[in-house]
C-alpha cells in the first residue's frame, strides 16, 4: 500500500499552504499568493522546484542555483513552518485499526514532502512503525521514487478486479 502524506495521513494541506505564503511575503504579497497559486496547482511536487519557480519565473530573474542565498533562506523560513504545523496538525483517524486489519501489507509513505522531515515527524509522532516499506520524499520525485521501489520489488503493482 503506497500512502501520500498531506491530505491522507496528515491533515497538513492547509498548513503547507500557509507555510508557502509566510516563507515568500518578505517579496511581497502578490509575489506570495502568485506562489500559494502554483503551489495549489502543483500539489505533489516538491518545495524546492516550487521555490526555484518562484525565484526564477514570479520574482523573474533570480536564479535558484546563482549563489543559492534567496533559495536556501526560503526553505529555511518554510521548512520550521511547516514542522512546527506537522507536530500538532491531526493524524488520519483509525489508522492503526486500518494498518491492524492489514498485517500481511507492506505500507510506504511516497510525498513530495521532504524526505528527512517526514522521517523525523513520523517517529516523533509515533507512527513511523506502520510504514515497514519506508517514508519517502523530496527531493527525489514521487515518480522516482516509485520507479525505485518497483524496481527493488518493494512494491509491487496489483491489479484488483
Not at 105 to 119: A, F, K, M, N, P
Request: net charge negative.
Amino acid at each position: 500500500m503506497v500512502f501520500d502524506c498531506d491530505g491522507v495521513i496528515l491533515d497538513s494541506n492547509r498548513i503547507k499552504t500557509e507555510a508557502f505564503r509566510q516563507a515568500a511575503l518578505p517579496y511581497g504579497a502578490a509575489a506570495a499568493d502568485a506562489l500559494v497559486t502554483y503551489h495549489l496547482i502543483n500539489g505533489g511536487i516538491s518545495r524546492y522546484a516550487k521555490f526555484e519557480y518562484f525565484l526564477k519565473n514570479i520574482i523573474k530573474g533570480i536564479e535558484p542555483n546563482s549563489g543559492g542565498l534567496a533559495l536556501q533562506s526560503l526553505l529555511k523560513d518554510y521548512a520550521i513552518a511547516v514542522k512546527e504545523g506537522l507536530m500538532e496538525c491531526a493524524v488520519c483517524k483509525g489508522l492503526g485499526d486500518l494498518r491492524e486489519a492489514m498485517p500481511n501489507q507492506t505500507w510506504l509513505i511516497v510525498s513530495g514532502g521532504d524526505q528527512t522531515e517526514l522521517r523525523e515527524i513520523f517517529a516523533a509522532r509515533g507512527i513511523d512503525h506502520y510504514f515497514d516499506g519506508g517514508i519517502f520524499g523530496s527531493p527525489d520525485s514521487k515518480e522516482a521514487i516509485l520507479s525505485r521501489e518497483q524496481a527493488a520489488q518493494t512494491i509491487t503493482p496489483k491489479l484488483f478486479f
